[in-house]
C-alpha cells in the first residue's frame, strides 16, 4: 500500500506564491506518474498538472505560466510551485501517484488527503 501526504496548503493572497508538497511512503518499488488536482465548491475535480518519471510535464490551461511541477524521484516526492496566484485558484488540492507496490503488482492509483488552498484578500 502506498501513502500521500500533501502538505503546504494556506491562505495567500492574490498574486502570492505557495509551494506544495506530496510525500509518498509504503510499500513502493517504483512510482510512475505523479500529478496534482483541485476541486473547488460545487465543481468537479480537475487535473492541475502531471509529470512523468522521466519529468514530461503537461499542466491545465488555467495554470500555464502561473505554476511549476516538479518531483525528487530519490525522495518519492511531488511538488507544485503556484505562483501569481488567483481567488479562482481556490480548491482542495490533490496529490495523485501512479504507483507499483511491488515488482510483481500491477499498478494502481493513489491519492492524498487534500489539502486546502485559499487565495483571498
Known amino acids: 500500500q502506498v501513502q500521500l501526504v500533501e502538505s503546504g496548503g494556506g491562505l495567500v493572497q492574490p498574486g502570492g506564491s505557495l509551494r506544495l508538497s506530496c510525500a509518498a511512503s509504503?510499500?513502493?518499488?517504483?512510482?510512475?506518474?505523479m500529478g496534482w488536482y483541485r476541486q473547488a465548491p460545487g465543481k468537479q475535480r480537475e487535473l492541475v498538472a502531471r509529470?512523468?518519471?522521466?519529468?514530461?510535464?503537461n499542466y491545465a490551461d488555467a495554470v500555464k505560466g502561473r505554476f511549476t511541477i516538479s518531483r525528487d524521484n530519490a525522495k518519492n516526492t511531488v511538488y507544485l510551485q503556484m505562483n501569481s496566484l488567483k481567488p479562482e485558484d481556490t480548491a482542495v488540492y490533490y496529490c495523485?501517484?501512479?504507483?507499483?507496490?511491488?515488482?510483481?503488482?500491477?499498478?494502481?492509483?493513489?491519492w492524498g488527503q487534500g489539502t486546502q488552498v485559499t487565495v483571498s484578500s
Open positions: 495523485n501517484a501512479e504507483a507499483l507496490a511491488s515488482r510483481w503488482s500491477l499498478s494502481a492509483v493513489y
Open positions: 509529470i512523468s518519471r522521466g519529468g514530461t510535464t
Open positions: 509504503g510499500s513502493i518499488f517504483r512510482i510512475n506518474d
